[in-house]
């Protein structure tokens, strides 16, 4: 449009007059018009310069453009660029204000008036509860409603919900809103007055007006709470006594160590463990255990300070921690008292019964100077008490370490004994007081150690029977008693019986018949040649199974025979409950015999009980041939002692048969018998 202007403008100046005079008229109107057409879009131009930058937007892709256009449109940008950016600026901002006046309506229109938002708070599992800026509710779920103690959430709007929830008690947070996002622990108030534990979380909230505000969130924690306090509570507590467990035990011990370390003052462990309460348990069922040992720990506290803790261990084994002592000799006035208290008979399911106690006592710092040694100590003075009789208490000694040493060490060789051939059956003659014969012989585990030297089975068996070596160790001394018998027989006579004993642990097992059986037809046998020795402690269990393996092998026609009678307290009743043929009296009545009248009346009186039950009976522990003489008179069956033979290995035995016509005629006229090592 510009070059057609200026075309025109220079055709009409050099024109020639001589033109006719209507181009003459025409060239200065169309001059006319483009000047106003060109002024007509520089003020459209000027006013809308948006448009003009998408004239020039299309003006640079047109073929053909003058580079004169695309120059004056540069300009004309130069120019208007500041006023333009102020424009622009101004509708931004006004913009961005109108767009956040949009939003926070619509939030807020969104927390009030969204049923689907609504919904989802109103459902929610958590109390929900919104307040503005002076703390007033205006909004609540149900849920929150029910937990504060109202029947709807109307009731909580409007109200402070400071006050409400903290009632004018006081709290940690004095203002609202909370914490952003975090979680705390509080305790809110209910309606009524009454209080719970809770864990909420706060969030802003940004009102109309640029008012904030906040949303909480909130959900009972008494069930979490309490179960954590019941875990704690079970993870230091004997859930049976309700004493203090081994743990927490241990813990008050280190820490009375620590206060001894700075005051200077003893400390006083004693560990105490219940007498036979083994017995109790497979006698009288766990249940009846069970009450005697609350009964027992509820004597302990009975006996102690307040300021004394008394703990359980574990199984009936107790410890009580004195502290501030001076002296050594402090503890003993409590031990006594323990002692003592113990001697009063437990009644439990309407009987009456007697359990004693076993105390050992350890001394900080005098033996030892940590809490782990010196329950250790106190254990090993413990096990020393029942050494020597029971029912007492002893100090601890360093000789007792010796003890504690030696059977860790019996624990430690004991496992591959028998694999190293460390183990041999030795063999113990059993008379016939009647005829002065041999009838037979008990065949008793031996055991050398090349550490340990001559191992005596007081100390080892009752460890095997722990550790479960006495299984193995049973199958071993069954096939030497049968090796005996069959050797006996085949030399002597077919008359000759062995014995062997049957531990608590072998019963367990329940292949044990078919195992013994298999072993007497293997060798040859017949189940009469081999007498099976029970003790108290296979029938204290009452187990269904061991009256049912007895009742088999007696059945099958092994002799069955009680072990160490009088010993227990039950034992009448068990010879009428199982099939026993012989029983032996324990060598602790022949060891009294003639000392007082009552054991030779209790020996008279079991011989006379035992025969008329129809069961023979043998004294164990005959030394001397008055008691010899005396069981003779009294028309006991059997005889098993020193006097007779030691226990001694099967080719000692052998020797004894062959002399013992020899042995029986010294016998008969009284005189001592030929010595082993002379035979």
């Known amino acids: 449009m510009t070059i057609l202007t200026v075309a025109l403008g220079m055709l009409w100046i050099f024109s020639s007059p001589s033109q006719s005079p209507e181009i003459q008229i025409i060239i200065p109107l169309l001059l006319l018009a483009n000047v106003a057409l060109l002024g007509t879009l520089w003020l459209h131009f000027y006013h809308q310069p948006s448009q003009i930058q998408e004239l020039d937007d299309e003006s640079s892709t047109d073929i053909g453009q003058s580079a004169n256009a695309r120059s004056n449109i540069a300009k004309f940008h130069s120019l208007k660029q500041l006023k333009e950016k102020r424009e622009q600026c101004s509708k931004h901002k006004q913009f961005k204000t109108v767009q956040e006046q949009n939003q926070e309506k619509n939030q807020e229109e969104m927390q009030t008036n969204d049923?689907?938002?609504?919904?989802?708070?109103?459902?929610?599992?958590?109390?929900?509860?919104?307040?503005?800026?002076?703390?007033?509710?205006?909004?609540?779920?149900?849920?929150?409603?029910?937990?504060?103690?109202?029947?709807?959430?109307?009731?909580?709007?409007?109200?402070?919900?400071?006050?409400?929830?903290?009632?004018?008690?006081?709290?940690?947070?004095?203002?609202?809103?909370?914490?952003?996002?975090?979680?705390?622990?509080?305790?809110?108030?209910?309606?009524?007055?009454?209080?719970?534990?809770?864990?909420?979380?706060?969030?802003?909230?940004?009102?109309?007006?640029?008012?904030?505000?906040?949303?909480?969130?909130?959900?009972?924690?008494?069930?979490?709470?309490?179960?954590?306090?019941?875990?704690?509570?079970?993870?230091?507590?004997?859930?049976?006594?309700?004493?203090?467990?081994?743990?927490?035990?241990?813990?008050?011990?280190?820490?009375?160590?620590?206060?001894?370390?700075?005051?200077?003052?003893?400390?006083?462990?004693?560990?105490?463990?219940?007498?036979?309460?083994?017995?109790?348990?497979?006698?009288?069922?766990?249940?009846?255990?069970?009450?005697?040992?609350?009964?027992?720990?509820?004597?302990?506290?009975?006996?102690?300070?307040?300021?004394?803790?008394?703990?359980?261990?574990?199984?009936?084994?107790?410890?009580?921690?004195?502290?501030?002592?001076?002296?050594?000799?402090?503890?003993?006035?409590?031990?006594?008292?323990?002692?003592?208290?113990?001697?009063?008979?437990?009644?439990?399911?309407?009987?009456?019964?007697?359990?004693?106690?076993?105390?050992?006592?350890?001394?900080?710092?005098?033996?030892?100077?940590?809490?782990?040694?010196?329950?250790?100590?106190?254990?090993?003075?413990?096990?020393?008490?029942?050494?020597?009789?029971?029912?007492?208490?002893?100090?601890?000694?360093?000789?007792?370490?010796?003890?504690?040493?030696?059977?860790?060490?019996?624990?430690?060789?004991?496992?591959?004994?028998?694999?190293?051939?460390?183990?041999?059956?030795?063999?113990?003659?059993?008379?016939?007081?009647?005829?002065?014969?041999?009838?037979?012989?008990?065949?008793?585990?031996?055991?050398?150690?090349?550490?340990?030297?001559?191992?005596?089975?007081?100390?080892?068996?009752?460890?095997?029977e722990q550790t479960g070596v006495i299984e193995p160790m049973g199958e071993f001394i069954l096939k030497c008693a049968l090796e005996a018998a069959r050797t006996w027989q085949k030399l002597f006579n077919d008359k000759f019986r062995v014995a062997i004993n049957l531990s608590p642990r072998q019963f367990r097992n329940p292949n044990l018949v078919q195992l013994i059986t298999d072993q007497v037809y293997k060798f040859g046998m017949r189940p009469d040649d081999l007498e099976l020795e029970i003790t108290e402690g296979v029938l204290l269990s009452g187990h269904a199974y061991t009256l049912d393996a007895l009742k088999q092998l007696s059945n099958a026609g092994f002799c069955i025979s009680m072990d160490d009678f009088g010993t227990g307290y039950s034992s009448l009743s068990y010879l009428r409950t199982y099939p026993f043929q012989i029983l032996k009296i324990d060598r602790s009545f022949i060891s009294d015999m003639n000392k007082d009248g009552k054991s030779n009346e209790l020996i008279i009186a079991t011989i006379e009980m035992a025969h008329a039950l129809g069961i023979r009976v043998i004294a164990e522990g005959v030394e001397t041939q008055e008691q010899l003489d005396e069981l003779s008179f009294m028309m006991c069956d059997y005889a098993q002692g020193f006097l007779i033979s030691k226990a001694v290995p099967l080719t000692e035995l052998l020797k004894i048969g062959t002399h013992y016509k020899e042995l029986h005629e010294n016998l008969a006229t009284q005189e001592l018998p030929i010595p082993l090592t002379a035979m």
């Open 115 to 464: 049923p689907l938002l609504k919904a989802v708070l109103e459902s929610a599992a958590v109390a929900i509860y919104a307040i503005d800026d002076k703390g007033k509710c205006i909004f609540a779920n149900p849920i929150c409603a029910q937990l504060l103690g109202y029947t709807s959430p109307e009731q909580l709007l409007n109200f402070n919900m400071h006050e409400l929830i903290y009632q004018n008690h006081s709290c940690t947070e004095a203002t609202l809103p909370l914490s952003n996002g975090e979680v705390k622990e509080d305790i809110f108030w209910r309606a009524d007055g009454s209080s719970f534990p809770v864990d909420y979380k706060s969030q802003p909230l940004v009102l109309q007006h640029n008012r904030n505000g906040a949303v909480i969130s909130f959900y009972d924690n008494s069930e979490r709470l309490e179960a954590e306090a019941l875990i704690r509570h079970q993870a230091h507590y004997d859930t049976l006594t309700e004493l203090p467990n081994r743990f927490l035990a241990l813990k008050r011990l280190e820490q009375l160590v620590e206060a001894s370390e700075r005051s200077g003052q003893m400390i006083a462990v004693i560990f105490l463990d219940l007498d036979d309460f083994k017995k109790i348990n497979d006698s009288l069922g766990h249940e009846a255990g069970d009450q005697l040992l609350i009964s027992a720990s509820k004597r302990l506290l009975n006996a102690t300070r307040s300021e004394d803790t008394v703990g359980r261990l574990g199984g009936d084994e107790f410890i009580i921690l004195l502290d501030g002592l001076s002296s050594a000799s402090d503890a003993q006035p409590l031990a006594e008292n323990l002692i003592g208290g113990f001697r009063k008979p437990f009644y439990i399911d309407n009987r009456q019964l007697v359990l004693t106690a076993s105390i050992g006592i350890a001394i900080y710092p005098n033996d030892g100077e940590t809490s782990s040694e010196l329950l250790r100590n106190a254990d090993s003075a413990m096990y020393h008490t029942k050494s020597i009789g029971r029912n007492t208490y002893s100090y601890f000694t360093h000789a007792m370490n010796k003890e504690v040493s030696r059977r860790l060490a019996i624990e430690e060789q004991i496992h591959g004994a028998l694999e190293r051939g460390e183990l041999q059956a030795h063999f113990q003659i059993q008379l016939d007081i009647r005829d002065g014969s041999i009838m037979g012989a008990e065949a008793l585990l031996r055991w050398n150690n090349p550490t340990l030297g001559n191992v005596s089975p007081a100390e080892f068996i009752p460890i095997a």
